[in-house]
């Protein structure tokens, strides 16, 4: 049964229990510990696009440069790996400071039982890159990514006369660019796409805002409590009665509790009905987010708990 069909019938998240504060840890717990009986030692982290996506760069920020990553073609497919053990771990990318939430990744949150145990913030340097022997003048094209072609606008507008050819990825447009052998056109991806794929820079930093972040979750199965987690992300619904989120917000409020993101979706199949996606500061382990979640249980359609997890501090760099 999908978490689709359980916000159907009302039914909450099954680790978060109202019997008493410890009792959603004791299932992931055991689930792990049962898991890590059946699992490698080795570390095998999926992500979607190709070698040399952003993605791959937020996994060995967060895991190490030695880290093993597997590449997936769509997020579907990352979710599925994650819950069939294929993989131990998923590092999947939820908001860009400039393009905002990832959505396709917020609904796949809410379908499948994966939990969030990381957070790693990654920024995005766009280069543009092509064949050893291109230069700037040797440019007819350009591929990347839509948004990436997007984010370099200021740049691209220099060069009115080259075509922009929108690819699925843009370490996916660096591989196409290395693998023609031709000299006329050129991919924007990251340093470190150019590096794998072989490919001469012939300009950085070219995206129109230099502000530019990408925020991407750890996600494993089962997994055991975090130690430390100051940080917890949610999703949940509220009654169709009037003042019904102001009260789920109380519930923070009143507590004390810092709410640092607070977002609607759509809910599929259901038009004009919405679910909320919520981070707040604070652990599932703190007696105060472990009660304001449970009143969120009693005026609520429903609540997931996606996870507790230890903040990003700081900002990574990529490349």
């Known amino acids: 049964m999908s978490w689709l069909d359980l916000l159907d019938s009302c039914v909450h998240c099954p680790s978060v229990s109202m019997k008493g504060q410890s009792g959603w840890q004791v299932s992931n717990t055991m689930a792990g510990v049962q898991r890590a009986i059946t699992l490698s030692d080795e570390r095998l982290v999926a992500f979607q696009g190709e070698r040399g996506a952003y993605s791959e760069d937020a996994c060995f920020s967060y895991f190490g440069n030695g880290s093993k990553t597997k590449p997936f073609s769509d997020f579907k497919s990352v979710f599925e790996a994650v819950e069939r053990d294929n993989v131990t771990h998923a590092v999947v990318p939820v908001e860009n400071s400039i393009e905002g939430s990832v959505t396709q990744v917020n609904d796949l949150l809410l379908d499948h039982d994966l939990t969030i145990t990381g957070e790693v913030i990654v920024p995005v340097k766009h280069c543009l890159m092509a ?61 470190r796409a150019a590096s794998v794929y072989k490919l001469k820079i012939l300009k950085e930093d070219i995206q129109s805002e230099m502000v530019n972040y990408t925020r991407f979750f750890v996600l ?47 809910r599929r199949n259901k038009p004009w009905v919405y679910v909320f996606y919520a981070d707040f500061d604070g652990s599932m382990d703190d007696p105060n987010c472990h009660a304001a979640v449970g009143g969120l249980l009693r005026t609520g359609a429903f609540v997931k708990v996606l996870g507790s997890y230890r903040r990003a501090e700081g900002w990574v760099n990529s490349g």
């Open 220 to 266: 494993e199965k089962n997994p055991l409590p975090v130690k430390d987690a100051n940080k917890t992300s949610i999703v949940f619904a509220t009654k169709n009665v009037p003042g019904a989120l102001y009260n789920a917000m109380g519930e923070l409020a009143s507590r004390g509790i810092n709410l640092s993101k607070l977002e609607s979706r759509p």
């Open 131 to 191: 064949h050893p022997d291109a230069d700037m003048s040797s440019i007819v094209e350009v591929s990347s990514h839509p948004q990436a072609l997007g984010q370099c606008r200021k740049f691209l507008q220099s060069y009115p006369d080259w075509r922009q050819i929108p690819a699925y990825d843009t370490a996916g447009s660096a591989r196409m660019v290395a693998e023609s052998g031709r000299t006329d056109i050129a991919a924007i991806a990251s340093r």
